[in-house]
Protein backbone atom coordinates (compact mmCIF):
# COMPACT_ATOMS: atom_id res chain seq x y z
CA UNK A 1 0.00 0.00 0.00
CA UNK A 2 1.57 3.67 -0.62
CA UNK A 3 0.09 7.27 0.33
CA UNK A 4 -0.65 9.90 -2.19
CA UNK A 5 -1.75 13.49 -2.34
CA UNK A 6 -4.49 15.48 -4.26
CA UNK A 7 -4.72 19.43 -3.88
CA UNK A 8 -6.64 21.96 -6.13
CA UNK A 9 -4.86 24.57 -4.67
CA UNK A 10 -8.10 26.13 -4.10
CA UNK A 11 -8.06 29.40 -2.88
CA UNK A 12 -7.75 30.18 1.19
CA UNK A 13 -7.59 33.62 3.35
CA UNK A 14 -3.60 33.89 2.04
CA UNK A 15 -2.15 36.45 -0.22
CA UNK A 16 -1.08 34.12 -2.74
CA UNK A 17 2.66 34.23 -1.65
CA UNK A 18 2.13 33.23 1.21
CA UNK A 19 -0.27 30.42 -0.26
CA UNK A 20 1.86 28.75 -2.74
CA UNK A 21 5.11 29.07 0.15
CA UNK A 22 2.56 27.24 2.41
CA UNK A 23 1.62 24.39 -0.25
CA UNK A 24 5.83 24.10 -0.54
CA UNK A 25 5.97 23.44 3.01
CA UNK A 26 3.26 20.64 2.94
CA UNK A 27 5.28 19.38 0.19
CA UNK A 28 8.30 19.19 2.52
CA UNK A 29 5.93 17.34 4.73
CA UNK A 30 4.67 15.31 2.69
CA UNK A 31 8.16 14.17 1.42
CA UNK A 32 9.99 13.78 5.03
CA UNK A 33 6.66 12.13 5.82
CA UNK A 34 7.22 8.75 3.27
CA UNK A 35 4.51 9.49 0.68
CA UNK A 36 4.72 8.40 -2.96
CA UNK A 37 3.42 11.21 -4.84
CA UNK A 38 1.62 14.69 -4.81
CA UNK A 39 -1.01 15.52 -7.40
CA UNK A 40 -1.92 18.58 -8.48
CA UNK A 41 -4.88 19.99 -10.37
CA UNK A 42 -5.36 22.48 -13.29
CA UNK A 43 -8.00 24.97 -13.35
CA UNK A 44 -8.43 28.83 -15.06
CA UNK A 45 -10.36 31.34 -13.64
CA UNK A 46 -11.77 30.21 -11.05
CA UNK A 47 -10.44 29.70 -6.81
CA UNK A 48 -10.80 26.19 -7.59
CA UNK A 49 -7.32 25.88 -8.33
CA UNK A 50 -4.32 28.75 -8.01
CA UNK A 51 -2.27 26.49 -10.43
CA UNK A 52 -2.88 26.83 -13.81
CA UNK A 53 0.32 26.72 -14.89
CA UNK A 54 1.25 23.50 -12.87
CA UNK A 55 4.65 23.21 -14.19
CA UNK A 56 5.69 26.07 -12.44
CA UNK A 57 4.95 25.59 -9.22
CA UNK A 58 5.72 21.43 -9.68
CA UNK A 59 9.45 23.09 -10.57
CA UNK A 60 9.44 24.68 -6.80
CA UNK A 61 8.16 21.25 -5.50
CA UNK A 62 11.14 19.78 -6.98
CA UNK A 63 13.51 21.71 -5.55
CA UNK A 64 12.31 21.33 -2.10
CA UNK A 65 11.89 17.89 -1.94
CA UNK A 66 14.03 14.82 -2.58
CA UNK A 67 11.88 11.87 -2.77
CA UNK A 68 8.14 12.40 -3.27
CA UNK A 69 6.83 12.03 -7.00
CA UNK A 70 5.03 14.97 -8.25
CA UNK A 71 2.56 15.50 -10.74
CA UNK A 72 -0.78 17.26 -12.39
CA UNK A 73 -3.70 15.31 -12.41
CA UNK A 74 -4.15 16.43 -14.90
CA UNK A 75 -3.05 18.93 -17.57
CA UNK A 76 -5.62 20.19 -19.23
CA UNK A 77 -4.24 18.46 -22.73
CA UNK A 78 -6.59 20.38 -25.21
CA UNK A 79 -4.82 23.57 -23.97
CA UNK A 80 -1.24 22.72 -24.50
CA UNK A 81 0.87 22.75 -27.51
CA UNK A 82 2.17 19.32 -27.57
CA UNK A 83 5.73 20.03 -28.43
CA UNK A 84 6.25 22.53 -25.76
CA UNK A 85 4.61 20.13 -23.35
CA UNK A 86 7.10 17.56 -24.32
CA UNK A 87 9.67 19.75 -23.95
CA UNK A 88 8.17 20.66 -20.35
CA UNK A 89 7.57 17.09 -18.95
CA UNK A 90 11.41 16.28 -19.90
CA UNK A 91 12.50 19.22 -18.17
CA UNK A 92 10.95 18.49 -15.19
CA UNK A 93 11.55 15.09 -15.38
CA UNK A 94 15.39 15.94 -15.10
CA UNK A 95 15.08 18.76 -12.53
CA UNK A 96 13.69 15.96 -10.42
CA UNK A 97 15.91 13.49 -11.81
CA UNK A 98 13.43 11.10 -12.54
CA UNK A 99 10.56 12.09 -10.30
CA UNK A 100 7.57 13.43 -12.44
CA UNK A 101 4.15 12.11 -12.93
CA UNK A 102 1.81 13.18 -16.27
CA UNK A 103 -1.49 13.37 -15.50
CA UNK A 104 -4.17 13.04 -18.71
CA UNK A 105 -7.10 14.84 -19.08
CA UNK A 106 -9.44 16.93 -21.00
CA UNK A 107 -10.70 19.13 -18.50
CA UNK A 108 -13.50 19.04 -16.13
CA UNK A 109 -14.95 22.00 -17.23
CA UNK A 110 -15.66 22.99 -20.73
CA UNK A 111 -16.22 26.89 -19.30
CA UNK A 112 -12.39 26.77 -18.46
CA UNK A 113 -11.17 25.41 -22.09
CA UNK A 114 -13.81 27.86 -23.68
CA UNK A 115 -11.99 31.03 -21.78
CA UNK A 116 -8.84 29.84 -24.27
CA UNK A 117 -11.18 29.59 -27.28
CA UNK A 118 -11.35 25.71 -26.75
CA UNK A 119 -15.29 24.78 -27.90
CA UNK A 120 -17.02 21.60 -25.63
CA UNK A 121 -16.98 19.91 -28.77
CA UNK A 122 -13.03 19.78 -29.72
CA UNK A 123 -12.10 19.10 -26.35
CA UNK A 124 -12.18 15.07 -27.26
CA UNK A 125 -10.67 15.56 -30.33
CA UNK A 126 -7.32 18.02 -29.38
CA UNK A 127 -6.88 15.67 -26.60
CA UNK A 128 -6.49 12.49 -28.66
CA UNK A 129 -4.11 14.32 -30.58
CA UNK A 130 -1.95 16.16 -28.01
CA UNK A 131 -1.57 12.75 -26.06
CA UNK A 132 -0.71 11.33 -30.05
CA UNK A 133 2.27 13.37 -30.09
CA UNK A 134 3.43 13.05 -26.68
CA UNK A 135 3.76 9.51 -26.19
CA UNK A 136 5.72 10.15 -29.71
CA UNK A 137 8.16 13.30 -28.65
CA UNK A 138 8.57 11.47 -25.21
CA UNK A 139 9.87 8.33 -26.76
CA UNK A 140 11.67 9.29 -30.16
CA UNK A 141 14.13 12.02 -31.05
CA UNK A 142 12.15 13.44 -33.94
CA UNK A 143 8.13 14.20 -34.40
CA UNK A 144 6.02 13.40 -37.44
CA UNK A 145 2.23 14.23 -37.19
CA UNK A 146 -0.60 14.74 -38.94
CA UNK A 147 -3.62 15.67 -37.49
CA UNK A 148 -6.84 18.27 -37.64
CA UNK A 149 -5.35 20.92 -35.10
CA UNK A 150 -1.48 19.85 -35.42
CA UNK A 151 1.00 18.88 -38.20
CA UNK A 152 4.35 18.03 -37.68
CA UNK A 153 7.43 17.29 -40.24
CA UNK A 154 10.46 15.51 -38.70
CA UNK A 155 10.76 17.93 -35.60
CA UNK A 156 13.87 17.43 -33.71
CA UNK A 157 13.89 16.45 -30.26
CA UNK A 158 16.11 17.81 -27.94
CA UNK A 159 15.10 17.06 -24.40
CA UNK A 160 14.29 13.56 -23.28
CA UNK A 161 13.18 12.04 -19.84
CA UNK A 162 14.56 10.44 -17.53
CA UNK A 163 12.47 7.85 -17.16
CA UNK A 164 11.95 5.41 -19.81
CA UNK A 165 10.16 5.38 -22.20
CA UNK A 166 8.64 8.12 -20.57
CA UNK A 167 6.86 8.92 -17.00
CA UNK A 168 4.22 6.87 -15.86
CA UNK A 169 0.66 7.87 -17.07
CA UNK A 170 -2.50 8.93 -14.22
CA UNK A 171 -5.86 9.33 -15.49
CA UNK A 172 -8.85 9.92 -12.66
CA UNK A 173 -11.82 7.65 -13.33
CA UNK A 174 -15.72 8.12 -12.47
CA UNK A 175 -16.53 4.96 -14.66
CA UNK A 176 -16.20 1.52 -15.67
CA UNK A 177 -15.50 2.47 -19.73
CA UNK A 178 -12.91 4.80 -18.48
CA UNK A 179 -11.11 2.36 -16.27
CA UNK A 180 -10.78 0.23 -19.02
CA UNK A 181 -9.62 3.17 -21.19
CA UNK A 182 -7.06 3.50 -19.17
CA UNK A 183 -5.88 0.14 -18.58
CA UNK A 184 -5.45 -0.12 -22.29
CA UNK A 185 -3.23 3.05 -22.31
CA UNK A 186 -1.49 2.04 -19.59
CA UNK A 187 -2.17 4.64 -17.01
CA UNK A 188 -2.38 4.35 -13.03
CA UNK A 189 -6.00 5.75 -12.45
CA UNK A 190 -7.18 7.77 -9.25
CA UNK A 191 -10.82 7.08 -8.24
CA UNK A 192 -13.11 9.93 -5.99
CA UNK A 193 -16.49 7.43 -5.53
CA UNK A 194 -17.92 5.52 -3.06
CA UNK A 195 -15.80 2.04 -1.99
CA UNK A 196 -18.04 -0.36 -4.12
CA UNK A 197 -17.87 2.18 -6.85
CA UNK A 198 -14.34 1.99 -6.81
CA UNK A 199 -14.25 -2.08 -6.92
CA UNK A 200 -16.50 -1.94 -9.53
CA UNK A 201 -13.91 0.27 -11.82
CA UNK A 202 -10.75 -1.46 -10.49
CA UNK A 203 -12.28 -4.94 -11.78
CA UNK A 204 -12.87 -2.95 -15.12
CA UNK A 205 -9.05 -1.99 -15.08
CA UNK A 206 -7.83 -5.51 -14.02
CA UNK A 207 -10.23 -6.94 -17.24
CA UNK A 208 -8.58 -4.57 -19.52
CA UNK A 209 -5.06 -4.45 -18.49
CA UNK A 210 -1.71 -6.48 -19.51
CA UNK A 211 -0.56 -9.71 -17.93
CA UNK A 212 2.78 -7.92 -16.62
CA UNK A 213 1.08 -4.39 -15.64
CA UNK A 214 1.28 -3.38 -11.96
CA UNK A 215 -0.63 -0.31 -11.99
CA UNK A 216 -1.12 1.99 -9.26
CA UNK A 217 -4.89 2.01 -8.60
CA UNK A 218 -6.09 4.51 -6.25
CA UNK A 219 -9.02 5.66 -4.00
CA UNK A 220 -8.81 8.96 -2.86
CA UNK A 221 -10.84 11.14 0.16
CA UNK A 222 -11.22 14.37 1.74
CA UNK A 223 -9.27 13.88 5.11
CA UNK A 224 -9.01 15.98 8.14
CA UNK A 225 -7.64 14.44 11.15
CA UNK A 226 -8.13 15.70 15.03
CA UNK A 227 -7.08 14.01 18.61
CA UNK A 228 -10.56 13.90 18.62
CA UNK A 229 -13.32 13.16 16.33
CA UNK A 230 -15.75 16.07 17.36
CA UNK A 231 -12.89 18.03 16.46
CA UNK A 232 -11.82 16.78 12.91
CA UNK A 233 -15.59 16.39 12.15
CA UNK A 234 -16.38 20.26 13.45
CA UNK A 235 -13.08 21.31 11.64
CA UNK A 236 -14.23 19.70 8.49
CA UNK A 237 -17.83 20.97 8.65
CA UNK A 238 -15.84 24.26 8.28
CA UNK A 239 -13.68 23.86 5.21
CA UNK A 240 -15.88 21.83 2.91
CA UNK A 241 -18.62 23.71 2.14
CA UNK A 242 -16.17 27.02 1.46
CA UNK A 243 -14.01 24.26 -1.31
CA UNK A 244 -17.50 23.43 -3.04
CA UNK A 245 -18.33 27.05 -3.75
CA UNK A 246 -15.21 26.93 -5.42
CA UNK A 247 -15.82 24.18 -7.01
CA UNK A 248 -18.90 25.50 -8.27
CA UNK A 249 -17.75 28.88 -8.67
CA UNK A 250 -17.97 28.82 -12.92
CA UNK A 251 -21.07 26.65 -12.84
CA UNK A 252 -22.71 29.54 -10.76
CA UNK A 253 -21.69 32.42 -12.48
CA UNK A 254 -22.32 30.87 -16.23
CA UNK A 255 -24.57 27.62 -15.55
CA UNK A 256 -24.02 24.19 -16.34
CA UNK A 257 -22.63 21.94 -13.70
CA UNK A 258 -20.21 18.92 -13.62
CA UNK A 259 -20.56 15.27 -14.76
CA UNK A 260 -20.97 14.41 -11.62
CA UNK A 261 -22.76 16.14 -8.80
CA UNK A 262 -21.01 16.80 -5.60
CA UNK A 263 -22.68 17.08 -1.98
CA UNK A 264 -22.42 20.51 -0.57
CA UNK A 265 -22.27 19.24 3.17
CA UNK A 266 -19.66 17.45 4.35
CA UNK A 267 -21.85 15.40 6.62
CA UNK A 268 -23.59 14.02 2.81
CA UNK A 269 -19.81 12.55 2.01
CA UNK A 270 -18.54 11.35 5.27
CA UNK A 271 -19.89 8.08 5.50
CA UNK A 272 -18.77 5.73 3.29
CA UNK A 273 -18.27 8.74 0.52
CA UNK A 274 -15.87 11.03 -0.77
CA UNK A 275 -14.66 12.15 2.75
CA UNK A 276 -12.85 10.92 6.29
CA UNK A 277 -12.71 13.13 9.57
CA UNK A 278 -11.77 11.79 12.78
CA UNK A 279 -9.50 10.61 15.49
CA UNK A 280 -6.31 8.69 14.40
CA UNK A 281 -8.12 5.62 15.36
CA UNK A 282 -11.52 5.85 13.88
CA UNK A 283 -9.19 7.22 10.21
CA UNK A 284 -7.75 4.09 10.75
CA UNK A 285 -10.44 2.06 11.05
CA UNK A 286 -12.91 3.82 8.17
CA UNK A 287 -9.74 3.65 5.54
CA UNK A 288 -9.13 -0.15 6.60
CA UNK A 289 -12.66 -0.96 5.21
CA UNK A 290 -12.71 1.28 2.66
CA UNK A 291 -9.69 -0.13 0.89
CA UNK A 292 -10.69 -3.75 1.80
CA UNK A 293 -13.68 -3.06 -0.05
CA UNK A 294 -12.63 -1.22 -2.85
CA UNK A 295 -9.22 -3.44 -3.40
CA UNK A 296 -7.45 -0.34 -4.19
CA UNK A 297 -3.56 -0.56 -3.56
CA UNK A 298 -2.76 3.33 -3.49
CA UNK A 299 -4.83 5.92 -0.98
CA UNK A 300 -4.76 9.24 -1.99
CA UNK A 301 -5.70 12.15 0.23
CA UNK A 302 -6.66 15.83 0.23
CA UNK A 303 -5.60 17.08 3.24
CA UNK A 304 -5.54 20.83 2.65
CA UNK A 305 -9.04 22.65 0.90
CA UNK A 306 -11.70 25.19 1.93
CA UNK A 307 -10.23 27.77 4.04
CA UNK A 308 -7.54 25.42 5.99
CA UNK A 309 -4.91 27.33 8.14
CA UNK A 310 -1.60 26.38 7.86
CA UNK A 311 -1.42 24.81 11.28
CA UNK A 312 -4.59 22.64 10.81
CA UNK A 313 -3.18 21.20 7.51
CA UNK A 314 -0.11 20.35 9.08
CA UNK A 315 -1.50 18.52 11.90
CA UNK A 316 -3.80 16.54 9.91
CA UNK A 317 -0.58 15.04 7.88
CA UNK A 318 1.35 15.36 11.02
CA UNK A 319 -0.96 12.77 12.52
CA UNK A 320 -1.93 11.01 9.46
CA UNK A 321 1.98 10.18 8.69
CA UNK A 322 2.24 9.18 12.63
CA UNK A 323 -0.73 7.13 13.64
CA UNK A 324 -2.72 5.84 10.03
CA UNK A 325 -0.18 5.36 7.30
CA UNK A 326 2.15 2.28 9.72
CA UNK A 327 -1.14 0.73 10.82
CA UNK A 328 -2.58 0.71 7.15
CA UNK A 329 1.20 -0.68 5.57
CA UNK A 330 1.00 -3.57 8.29
CA UNK A 331 -2.66 -4.45 7.77
CA UNK A 332 -2.11 -4.23 3.62
CA UNK A 333 1.36 -5.45 3.36
Avoid at 76 to 87: N, Q
Avoid at 143 to 163: C, M, W
Avoid at 177 to 184: D, Q, S, V
Wanted: with cysteine.
Amino acid sequence: MKFGIFDHLDRNMSGLADFYEGRLKLAEMYDRGGFYCLHIAEHHGTPLGLSPSPGIFLAGVAQRTRQLKFGPLVYTLPLYHPLRLVEEICMLDQLSRGRYQIGLGRGISPIETGFYGVAADERQALFDEVLAVLRQGLTQERVSFAGKYHRFDNVPIELTPVQRPHPPFWVGVTSKEAAARAAAGGSNMVCVATAPEVRGFIDAYRAAQSRDAKPMLGLARFVIMADSDEEALALARRLYPKWHRNFYYLFAKHGGGPEQDRPGDFDQIKDGGRGIAGSPESVIGMLRRQLAESGANYFVGQFAFGDIAQAEAERSVALFTQHVMPELRRAFS
